[in-house]
T-cell receptor
Framework: GAVVSQHPSRVICKSGTSVKIECRSLDFQATTMFWYRQFPKKSLMLMAT?????????EQGVEKDKFLINHASLTLSTLTVTSAHPEDSSFYICSASQTEIQFFGPGTRLTVL | DQQVKQNSPSLSVQEGRISILNCDYT??????FLWYKKYPAEGPTFLIS?????DKNEDGRFTVFLNKSAKHLSLHIVPSQPGDSAVYFCAASAGGTSYGKLTFGQGTILTVHP
């Protein structure tokens, strides 16, 4: 399967700071990238869909000013959690696709103190 | 509104036996279905998928069955191995403006005992 990387794998930050998470498709060009959030013992919740060169489409209830998504190229998308608060602590996972199959990154564990 | 449901939170199977994981959906617009395997603190790994024009797809030890009239799909793993122990998610996507977006079930924890 295709390889998707995420960086960093783990980040701890202070409340009020911003955190950027990178998602890269390493061996294919992804027309679409997705950002998910997973709460403990819960399923994956889609946050937004990102197409290269256009604005991200956010799911209902997801604050676009809070979670900034940039899809600069066919192999890179970034999620910036702005002014992070403890309730933003979660496991964030990106995925990339060319077709209907999404390939997922390893995830980023964000802890906001 | 849970459009994709995995009603069994967990399943325990003996090594070498068959594991059957089930998934039900309610949205008749779904036309593509996928199974992913996930370990804790890792991203999901794609296993197998099936289009709504088929009723079966096989890949090695993994077979997915789709019953459109019942809006039900299942993943069969045979023979099961201890390394298969993980959380299994089924996911579905629809075409049109929702192309590529996946809706996930809640997951089933599979434990394969040696």
């Amino acid at each position: 399967g295709a390889v998707v990387s995420q960086h960093p794998s783990r980040v701890i930050c202070k409340s009020g700071t911003s955190v950027k998470i990178e998602c890269r498709s390493l061996d294919f060009q992804a027309t679409t990238m997705f950002w998910y959030r997973q709460f403990p013992k819960k399923s994956l919740m889609l946050m937004a869909t990102s197409n290269e060169g256009s604005k991200a489409t956010y799911e209902q209830g997801v604050e676009k000013d809070k979670f900034l998504i940039n899809h600069a190229s066919l192999t890179l998308s970034t999620l910036t959690v702005t002014s992070a608060h403890p309730e933003d602590s979660s496991f964030y996972i990106c995925s990339a696709s060319q077709t209907e199959i999404q390939f997922f990154g390893p995830g980023t564990r964000l802890t906001v103190l | 509104d849970q459009q994709v449901k995995q009603n069994s939170p967990s399943l325990s199977v003996q090594e070498g036996r068959i594991s059957i994981l089930n998934c039900d959906y309610t949205n008749s617009m779904f036309d593509y279905f996928l199974w992913y395997k996930k370990y804790p603190a890792e991203g999901p790994t794609f296993l197998i998928s099936i289009s709504s024009i088929k009723d079966k797809n096989e890949d090695g030890r993994f077979t997915v069955f789709l019953n459109k009239s019942a809006k039900h799909l299942s993943l069969h793993i045979v023979p099961s191995q201890p390394g298969d122990s993980a959380v299994y998610f089924c996911a579905a996507s629809a075409g049109g403006t929702s192309y590529g977006k996946l809706t996930f079930g809640q997951g089933t924890i599979l434990t394969v005992h040696p």
